[in-house]
């Protein structure tokens, strides 16, 4: 089986970040990038299936040179190959970074396409959908169960109190949700050998990109808190408050 992994380099979700000068993006200083998190648990589980069924996997990733690096974790992981579809900056367009990606998919013989649910910095979790649609694939989004057999997959994606089964053909389009799979640390021999692994760098073809970041700000400071009183005797200065105040009595 051929699967490709559609991967992104994003900053570290225990980042402190800072608002860059430009006010469009974060200052990149100090900040530790990986694999986005849920990308990280759709690479592993497409190691599983092929370590246990043959084929390989290959990840792919839209962005800048930096990419690179996060494309040779997952080559350490054990994935094939990579791909870069290089940009010259941050490119938050979903359905412009989707064709790029469908332009790089298309006919390569994929049997499965996995994303993570949602980036860990945009958490946008368009671009899987999109790029499904472009391919013309079947799409399942959120799964935290999948088995394939017999060129059918069966997706289990778990719902606010509930859970739902779907079942569709391949070659077909999914996205990874936590749960699925613990993403692997790399070993010592499969950072090595990933230095030799074939990377291929190719410029994106984006298309026209409409949408942009016009302003980025972090949100204010929560007010401290007060103390009215004790017991009982507060519960009337309480209630003022929640009424004339916080507006919600």
């Known amino acids: ?17 800072r608002i860059a000068a430009s006010g469009t993006g974060i ?12 990308d990280s648990y759709a690479v592993e589980y497409a190691l599983q299936v092929t370590e246990k069924g043959g084929g390989e996997v290959v990840v792919i990733s839209v962005g800048t040179d930096a990419s690179q690096e996060t ?3 997952a080559l350490s992981m054990g994935a094939a190959s990579g791909v870069l579809l290089k940009t010259d ?15 790089e998919l298309q006919g390569g013989g994929y049997d499965l396409v996995l994303f993570g649910k949602v980036a860990a910095d945009t958490a946008a979790g368009a671009v899987g959908a999109m ?9 399942v989004n959120s799964v935290s169960k ?9 997706a289990r994606r778990d719902l606010e109190g509930a859970a739902e089964t779907v079942e569709f053909p391949l070659p077909a389009v999914v996205s990874i949700d936590e749960g699925i799979a613990r993403p692997r640390y790399p070993s010592l021999k499969g950072i090595m050998a990933a230095k030799k692994k074939p990377l291929e760098s190719k410029p994106a073809q984006l298309g026209d990109v409409r949408v942009k970041i016009a302003k980025m700000e972090l949100p204010a400071d929560r007010p401290p808190g007060r103390i009215i ?9 309480l209630v003022r408050l929640l009424q004339d105040e916080a507006k919600v009595l």
Request: aromatic share 6%; hydrophobic share 45%.
């Open 1 to 17: 089986m051929k699967i490709a992994v559609c991967i992104k380099r994003a900053p570290d979700s225990e980042t402190r970040f």
């Open 27 to 38: 200052d990149e200083a100090g900040v530790k990038f990986d694999i986005s998190d849920f």
């Open 71 to 73: 494309l040779r974790k």
């Open 89 to 103: 900056g941050p490119v938050f367009d979903s359905m412009a970074v989707a064709r790029a990606l469908a332009d």
């Open 131 to 139: 790029t499904a649609e472009l391919l013309g694939l079947p799409c």
């Open 146 to 154: 999948l088995d394939l057999a017999d060129g059918r997959g069966t």
């Open 229 to 237: 009183g004790e017991g009982a005797a507060a519960v009337p200065e």
